[in-house]
């Protein structure tokens, strides 16, 4: 079976451009995740969709950054404009139930920005 | 904010020694995962643990998490060069199906 799938897997963008990052998640999960890792600041959770509802967008550092779910399959992620301390790895991570139940959370192999 | 805080930061041993991480907070948990991250790729998930004071072993690795559902370890015993990676603890509670990540034991075993 085909696991979370990201897009694009590497990108280099000047600063001010528009960056689109998608992610496919493992059909039947109902929960989708955005998160960012950088050396500084690890792992951050973006924002987390459950039913393609956004349920808690906290984490989503500036109105720079949007994310949406129009359906089960299909998630975006976008910065607009993009700034150089937005390069970062962004994943993708979707799961069935709930994390506090202890269900697994499946990660995308992430999608490598670069604003220079 | 649940904060997490793993330390060492950083391990180098050689092939066949032993290592403890650990994975620290000061809230209450009511689960607690680990995750190995390998260069160019996103966490994949060891273990689960939800009981307060539970051991659970995957072949040469055995997880604990703490009586008060504060902490955990990770015990590596012989360790081997193909468990270099990124090790990472992630904690959920019970107001959401959020998981918050520690920053990560950066672990290198040299043959």
């Known amino acids: 079976d085909a696991g979370v799938i990201q897009s694009p897997r590497h990108e280099v963008t000047e600063m001010g451009q528009e960056v689109t990052l998608r992610c496919k998640p493992i059909?039947?999960?109902?929960?989708l995740f955005w998160y960012r890792q950088t050396m500084m600041r690890g792992l951050e959770l973006l924002i987390y969709?459950?039913?393609?509802?956004?349920?808690?967008d906290s984490g989503m550092p500036e109105d720079r950054f949007s994310a949406k779910m129009p359906n089960a399959s299909f998630s975006t992620l976008k910065i607009q404009p993009s700034e150089p301390r937005d390069s970062a790895v962004y994943f993708c991570?979707?799961?069935?139930?709930?994390?506090?139940?202890?269900?697994?959370?499946?990660f995308g192999e992430g999608s490598w920005l670069t604003v220079v | 904010t649940q904060l997490l805080e793993q330390s060492p930061q950083f391990l180098s041993i050689q092939e066949g020694e032993n290592l403890t991480v650990y994975c620290n907070s000061s809230?209450?948990?009511?689960?607690l995962q680990w995750y190995r991250q390998e260069p160019g790729e996103g966490p994949v998930l060891l273990v689960t643990?939800?009981?307060?004071?539970e051991v659970k072993k995957l072949k040469r690795l055995t997880f604990q998490f703490g009586d008060a559902r504060k902490d955990s370890s990770l015990h590596i015993t012989a360790a081997q060069p193909g468990d270099t990676g990124l090790y990472l603890c992630?904690?959920?509670?019970?107001?959401?199906?959020?998981?918050?990540f520690g920053g990560g034991t950066r672990l290198m075993v040299k043959p």
């Open positions: 809230s209450v948990f009511s689960s």
């Open positions: 992630a904690g959920s509670n019970n107001a959401g199906n959020m998981l918050t």
């Open positions: 059909s039947g999960h109902n929960s």
């Open positions: 991570a979707s799961s069935f139930g709930s994390a506090n139940s202890g269900n697994t959370i499946y």
């Open positions: 969709f459950n039913n393609n509802v956004p349920i808690d």
């Open positions: 643990v939800v009981t307060g004071g």
